[in-house]
């Protein structure tokens, strides 16, 4: 367990003295980054704010609008706008994602779910033609996986509940950034190449995309006019003009009858959306998760994500098993095992709460942790996979072991971006198209990609007649997103997440063992050799990640070139912040103070 903090008076008399004396009141880097993502710097300390996200341009637009006097929330909208533009493969106003939200004058942690959601006409069997599950690839690739987005709708609640820019002021560095282009480097240009293939399909996504059929050179300036464009719609007029109105008839059109060249060899499913669907979406606040962790509060995300109640029920389950004088391979045998065990029960328990009954109280619960975690034998992995536990609030702590389960998704796509501000607000936001340039499809002259989020649902039942997690009217698919705000005694002490499928849960789940078990500092944390273990035969593992002392307790291996991407910033005990990114996972992240250090 990491060292105590200082006294809180000692915490907030070293903020206050450092402003008084204007500690850092340079700029937290001599050269303000230029367009591109040359000038990323992965760790930043100082005061007045922070931001870290995987994009340095994306960094600077919400660093600007915190030095201007907005707060954590206009900042997060204005670098979410600017990755929809710098990091279109992984986000934009096509998708959906999550938001949680430290407001530090009430002390309260709130969400915003703006997960798509299916479109009413869609039944549980709409993956399913002939009795069989169409390919993955082909589904990924359609209308039919294209949800109703629902990240025009979080931005403009967020700010409307907690803002202080209106979303016209928020979008501007977005849109700037958009009509006068940014320099191409080596990971826009490599998501790119990977999707040349489809987008090549569509004439919309290969004028936009390509050059020529290829990406974009590295170097290259590359511009949006078409996005700046909606972004000054949506400014003029608020997301409204997304949901209802031309743009909303021409998304439900591109879904309905997508935009394929003739001669393409490729066989795209046209989707079910219609008007009433996007008129009738909603993004709503939802109660935080919520587990208490070696004396920390640890808030996350509600389903429909299955992110705060995996990684909260994989936590409980370590704080029950894992002594807190653990070496470091008894430290990662737990965190590989107490990973499974949460994996079984998120799998046959979680799924949207309109639908499904889940019994998030119990999955949270100590008793139901204990239960899970007498499974966990030090000296020999468990057989993979488990079988979910019974959270029925009986728990008598008998190990039963059968098993079923299935192996998750772990996507390159997604982003998530964290920011504070000077008042102590903080935002830790995960967002996404889905798929690595969502389902490929740009809206003709609007600049941006469709999701195929649906795709999120399983497409037949994997949990023996009782899958939470099925397609049907108005649902949303079951995430694994799990932005995260930590408290210790009622104020910040960490706030991070990550991309990467079903990844996200373990890779956020490590990051904290690292830093809490391990004592990492936090860049150390985040730069460490990733290993996941989502209830599979064997774990995957990142290349670099020390695996002999695993292997000997019964722990197999496959190899996985990367796993996540996360951002984070740690609220330091002399009152400092400190921001952090990845520095090499995606091509390295971008972290920002306002007042450097
Ligand atoms: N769609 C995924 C989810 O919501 C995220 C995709 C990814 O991170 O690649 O869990």
Known sequence: MRSSRLPRSLVALAAAVALAVGVGVAPASAHPPRPGHGDKVPVATGYGGAVATVDADATRVGIDVLRQGGNAVDAAVAAAATLGVTEPF????????????????????????????????????????????????????????????????????????????????????????????????QTF??????????????????????????????????????????????????????????????????????????????????????????????????????????????????PPSSGGSTVGEALNILEA???????????LHHYLEASALAFADRNRYVGDPAFVDVPLEQLLSDGFAKERACLIDPEAALPKPVAPGVPDGVYDAECPIASTGTEGSDGQSTTHLTTADRWGNVV?????????????????GRGFLLNNELTDFNF?????????????????????????????DGRPFLALGS???????????????NRLELEMELPDAVAAARASQRNTVAVQAEPAFDRAALQALGHTFTDTPEIGAVTGIEFQDDGSLLAVAEPVRRGGGSAAVVHGR
């Open 460 to 488: 037949t039942d994997t949990q023996g007649g009782v899958d939470p997690n099925l397609p049907g009217p108005g649902k949303r698919p079951r995430s694994s997103m799990a932005p995260t705000i930590i408290l210790e």
């Open 189 to 302: 240009a490599d998501q790119t190449t990977a999707n040349a293939a489809r987008f090549a399909a569509f004439r919309s996504s290969s004028d936009l995309f390509l050059r020529r059929g290829a990406a974009p050179e590295v170097g290259s300036v590359f511009r949006n006019r078409d996005l700046a464009k909606t972004y000054d719609l949506l400014a003029r007029r608020g997301v409204d003009a997304l949901y209802t109105g031309r743009l909303a008839e021409e998304i439900v059109r591109t879904v309905q009858d997508p935009p394929v060249r003739r001669h393409s060899p490729l066989v795209v499913r046209p989707g079910l959306l219609e008007l009433g669907d996007l008129a009738s979406y909603e993004a709503p606040l939802r109660a935080p998760t919520t587990v208490s962790y070696r004396g920390l509060d640890v808030y996350g995300m509600a």
């Open 499 to 513: 991309p990467g499928g079903s990844t996200i849960i373990t890779t956020v789940l490590q990051v904290l063992v």
């Open 321 to 331: 098993s894992l002594p807190e004088d653990a070496d470091p391979t008894q430290t």
């Open 90 to 185: 992984s986000s934009g106003i096509g998708g959906g994602g999550f938001f949680v939200y430290y407001d530090a004058a009430s002390g309260q942690v709130h969400t915003i779910d703006g997960r798509e959601t299916a479109p009413m006409a869609m039944t549980s069997d709409a993956f399913v033609e002939d009795g069989v599950p169409i390919p993955f690839a082909d589904a990924v690739t359609s209308g039919l996986s294209v949800g109703v987005p629902g990240t025009p709708r979080t931005w403009a609640t967020a700010l409307e509940q907690w803002g202080s820019l209106d979303l016209r002021r928020a979008l501007r560095g977005a849109t700037e950034v958009a009509r006068r282009g940014f320099v191409v480097d």
């Open 428 to 444: 830790s936001y995960t967002l996404t198209i889905e798929s690595l340039g969502g389902n490929g499809i740009v809206v003709p």
